[in-house]
């Protein structure tokens, strides 16, 4: 079987800069792939080109076989894509439950204010994705689960990004995007985090990760292949346990102490 996302030496150019450069890669399905790198590397920007958010200057992208090169956004979330980003995009104002009802209309076009706002006939019809959103959730945490009806303003940093996850997953993408998801974690959160990964991994197991991350206690607790961005380029890709020992990534990471380790 052929693999789930193919990217084929995709770049773009801002001006003078080249932010990603001819990089290519494959994500199999039920496939995690941790992507590292400095600051400034061009990771966030590779997920901007793959979810559509800019067109790339040169490559391509294909889902399942379908060309979704330069796609906007709402139409790669239609094919499968679901993402989360580096910083917190949730309505604060709304509970869980509706935050993540909102993720359920990411795939269709008539969105969001729609799915929460319509006329009372269709009020069954929202109790059902109410009730199937309270599911997702909890499938991500029990412990989330519970503060289902509070409002999403109220959570703390680490119950945010993991009600981000709980949302990507409400439009039962393919292949779900998460950029820097331990941002804001201490030491117990990030084992939740990783927790939780896993408790979707087998609940999912034809879903397709893609992971940007700087805790690198998450990289090696992941299964998969981990892939090494420096300005631009794919520097390296291969498990964890192999590209630890690529000197850049000792640098940026490790410390150069346990370069000699
Ligand atoms: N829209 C844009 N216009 C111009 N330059 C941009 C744009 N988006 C990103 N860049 C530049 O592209 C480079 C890569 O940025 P990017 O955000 O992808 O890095 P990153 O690897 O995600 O870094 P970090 O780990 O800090 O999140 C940076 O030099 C950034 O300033
Ligand atoms: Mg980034």
């Given amino acids: 079987m052929s693999a789930l996302l193919e990217v084929d030496q995709l770049s773009i150019r801002f001006g003078g800069l080249v932010a990603?450069?001819?990089?290519?890669?494959?994500v199999g399905h039920g496939e995690i792939r941790c992507i590292i790198g400095p600051n400034g590397a061009g990771k966030s920007t590779l997920f901007n080109l793959i979810s559509g958010i800019y067109p790339p200057s040169a490559g391509t992208v294909r889902l399942d076989g379908l060309d979704i090169t330069g796609m906007a956004a709402h139409r790669v979330a239609a094919a499968g894509i679901a993402r989360t980003f580096q910083s917190s995009r949730l309505f604060n104002e709304l509970t869980l439950i509706?935050?993540?009802v909102v993720g359920m209309h990411a795939r269709t076009r008539t969105g969001v204010l729609d799915a929460l706002f319509r006329p009372r006939r269709s009020r069954a019809e929202l109790d059902g994705a109410a009730d199937e959103a309270g599911r997702i959730i909890r499938s991500v945490s029990e412990?989330?689960?519970?503060?289902?009806?509070?409002?999403?303003?109220s959570l703390p940093q680490a119950d945010r990004r993991r009600l981000e996850i709980a949302?990507?997953?409400?439009?039962?993408?393919?292949?779900?995007?998460?950029?820097?998801?331990?941002?804001?974690?201490d030491d117990r959160d990030t084992?939740?985090?990783?927790?939780?990964?896993?408790?979707?991994?087998?609940?999912?197991?034809?879903?397709?990760?893609?992971?940007i991350e700087h805790d690198m206690r998450l990289?090696?607790?992941?299964?998969?292949q981990v892939m090494v961005i420096d300005?631009?380029?794919?520097?390296?890709?291969?498990?964890?346990?192999?590209?630890?020992?690529?000197?850049?990534?000792?640098?940026?990471?490790?410390?150069?102490?346990?370069?000699?380790?």
């Fill in 219 to 224: 990289v090696a607790a992941l299964p998969g």
């Fill in 167 to 185: 949302r990507a997953l409400a439009s039962q993408p393919k292949l779900i995007m998460l950029d820097e998801p331990s941002s804001g974690m």
């Fill in 20 to 26: 990603v450069n001819e990089v290519s890669f494959t």
């Fill in 98 to 100: 509706d935050n993540v």
């Fill in 143 to 153: 412990e989330l689960y519970r503060r289902r009806h509070s409002m999403a303003g």
């Fill in 231 to 261: 300005y631009g380029r794919k520097i390296a890709e291969g498990p964890f346990a192999e590209v630890r020992l690529v000197p850049r990534v000792q640098e940026a990471y490790l410390g150069s102490r346990a370069a000699h380790a």
């Fill in 191 to 211: 084992d939740a985090l990783i927790r939780d990964i896993g408790a979707v991994m087998a609940e999912q197991p034809k879903l397709s990760f893609i992971l």
